[in-house]
């Protein structure tokens, strides 16, 4: 019996599924959410709303408390001492802080008591900042200007410093409390907090979570000395150690063999970050297939063969935990655009979607920047889209050009920002909500010029973990594992089907009208 557990500690919800790696099937699967099942920690989205000045944090004894429940639902769903390989994944960028009590309070805990209670003495910072905050401007600035620019910063770590990314996070806390930053031994991410209290040890980072801290070098998948410098003050003894994600973090801990029945020395692979994990739970870890997840921002996210960084510092570069790099950069305006276009002519899905049959593609030369909120690829401080074409058009009078225009604008607008990427996927795995929608595959499709396929994957973050996990203690190989778990929707897959021209001319006229919206507003 060869059963793999991944488990997945993301913003709303910490979930699990465990694997049976012979037979190809998913035995269980569980899932707990934060805000209905843990309303004590005042986070009904998973954070704790109202936050000031842009800030955004959760309660780390939340996420202990939601693994706990995990597991025991878990184990009334499935035998866990036939559990032989576990991982995980946690939202990427969010922190915990402890202080130097963590180091015995986590090697010697004791399973009668709680997680929480027995690691709430541990923390030197109550809460934790997640990625959705945005409070860290200053600091971002701070850490260009110390290492010579955002192009260092980007060159160094993949990513020019972002206000979510964790250094620009530690440096705000170092300013507004250095007394607790002072008394802070450990800080760990999501994924890594929650790794070390499975092993009951001080568990590793990964290149894949560690490289959206703003701190790992990715060109030596090692801490970064300026950066670190350029950060806080002695944050080198702070940060656990960065490796990749093939790693074994430990044995689980005594804790979870006594209290849930999971059996002894079962090895646990280091914890990653969601995209990371979600990269090898979509059967994309291998260069050559490229993911798009459609939601409420898209992402785009791919294997990379070469690390290579995005020269204009809109996307970044992580680890890709089964081997190499990966990239990833994210479209703020993604569903969200989408919808706006459709409710403004008071359509509903099937009117969207039929407007596609009524236009050409290429538009005729209409097309539009889809940009109702300010944009990070490209960085553009847009609240209303820009139309460009005939006079009606641009007046918002021609519904079906509109809603094509604000797809075709996405997906050039998508092809262009990532080329610094420079790959020719063999398919783009498409994924999220709007993923179903065929007329939206069918422009992807003969944007990139692509085949695209939906996965029927639901929780790829999980999947990943447990993946990462059977192939790094069950000997398995990931291309085995992919044919299994990952298999695409053959039914649903879109071929090309125009004339590469007609996006390469509609390509250079959207380059056209960017540049110049982005000159005029400079
Ligand atoms: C990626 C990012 C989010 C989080 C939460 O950079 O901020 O995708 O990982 O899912």
Redesign the pocket.
Known sequence: MSYSLGIDS??QSCSALIIDVERGTVVAEAAVNFGAQLPQYNAPSGFIPDGENGEVHSDPRMWLDALEILLEQLSGKCDLSKVRAISGAG???GSVYLNDQWFEAVGSLESNRSLSEQLTPTFSRATSPI?MDSSTGEECREIAAAVGGDDIVCAKSGSIAIE?FTGPQIRRFYKNDPSAYEETARIHLVSSFLCSVLIGGDAAIDTGDGA?MNLVNINAWEWDAELLDATAPGLLEKIPAVKSGDAIAGNLGDYFVNKYGFSADIPVTIFT???PSSLVGMGASQPGKLVVSLGTSD?FFAAMPHVVADPAGCG?VFGNPVQGSMS?Q?FVNGSLAREAVKDRFGYDWDQFTEAFVNTASGNDGKLMLPFYSPETSPRIDLTDPVLKGSDAFENWQEADAAVRACVEGQFLNMKQRTAWMGLHPEVIYLTGGASKNNAIAQVIADIFQTRVERLAVSSSVGLGAAMRAACNSLGKNIAELEAVFCQPDSKSAMTPQVDPEVYEIASKEFERVLAEIIGANN
């Open positions: 993301s913003t939202q990427q960028h990625w979510r959206g970050g969601d995209n992402t970044h990833l994210c």
